[in-house]
């Protein structure tokens, strides 16, 4: 049973970057599509992004420019980063597995972890 | 950007009776590439159903879903007391977008 933890500070000042780490265990990295996910009260569900073992990105059109999504295979993880934080980007982050295609229903979930932006 | 429109914002109901979800999308949904989760508080919203109408690993067949095009529905045959929670609906027939949700409780 692959299994999805994300890590990461729970609170960033307004302008920097949020920085997050999902860590997979129980399967490889090195397959499949690997994706963020934010939920806030404001915005709901939102997609961030994906990043495929072969290094392939695609981001949300609206996050696009601020928004970075990287995998190391030697660790098993795949990570976030997003510039330039606003308190809209305050919410709670889930890193997800792609059951199969690039945009796909996400079959496993990390627990998610609350990120604040505040000064 | 297809947008995803839930309905109604809250279903109020008692277990043993029938659950009608209903999704509708801004414009055609690609090869109905819709699925369904189930979300309770604290806690990663769970896959239901993909494609439509395909239950995810271990859902039991109470859930069952349909639709095509623009139009699709989630039903709950009969509600059980680990039932009440917020559903979503997605898509994923271009890029992902996830609907506002509809919470399901109990009357």
Same mark, same amino acid.
């Given at each position: ?28 990295? +090195?397959? !499949?599509?690997? %994706?963020?996910?934010?939920? $806030? ?8 992004? *994906? ?22 295979? +030697?660790? !098993?993880?795949? %990570?976030?980063?997003?510039? $330039? ?8 982050? *889930? ?22 932006? +505040?000064? | ?107």
């Amino acid at each position: 049973q692959v299994q999805l933890q994300e890590s990461g500070p729970g609170l960033v000042t307004p302008s920097e970057t949020l920085s997050l780490t999902c860590t997979v265990s129980g399967g490889s990295i +090195s397959s !499949n599509y690997w %994706s963020w996910i934010r939920q $806030s009260p404001g915005k709901g569900l939102e997609w961030i992004g *994906y990043v495929h073992y072969n290094g392939n990105t695609n981001y949300n059109p609206f996050l696009q420019s601020r928004v970075t999504i990287s995998l190391d295979t +030697s660790k !098993n993880q795949f %990570s976030l980063k997003l510039r $330039s934080v606003t308190a809209a980007d305050t919410a709670v982050y *889930y890193c997800a597995r792609n059951q199969w295609l690039p945009h796909d229903v996400f079959n496993f979930w990390g627990q998610g972890t609350m990120v604040t932006v +505040s000064s | 950007e297809i947008v995803l429109t839930q309905s109604p914002g809250t279903l109020s109901l008692s277990p043993g009776e029938r659950a009608t979800l209903s999704c509708r999308a801004s414009q055609s949904v690609d090869y109905n590439h819709i699925a369904w989760y189930q979300q309770k508080p604290g806690q990663a919203p769970r896959p239901l159903m993909y494609g439509a109408s395909i239950r995810a690993a271990g859902i039991p067949d109470r859930f069952s879903g349909s639709g095509s095009g623009t139009d699709f529905t989630l039903t709950i045959s009969r509600l059980e007391p680990e039932d009440f929670a917020v559903y979503y609906c997605q898509q994923y027939g271009s890029s992902v977008t996830f609907g506002p949700g509809t919470k399901v409780d109990i009357k």
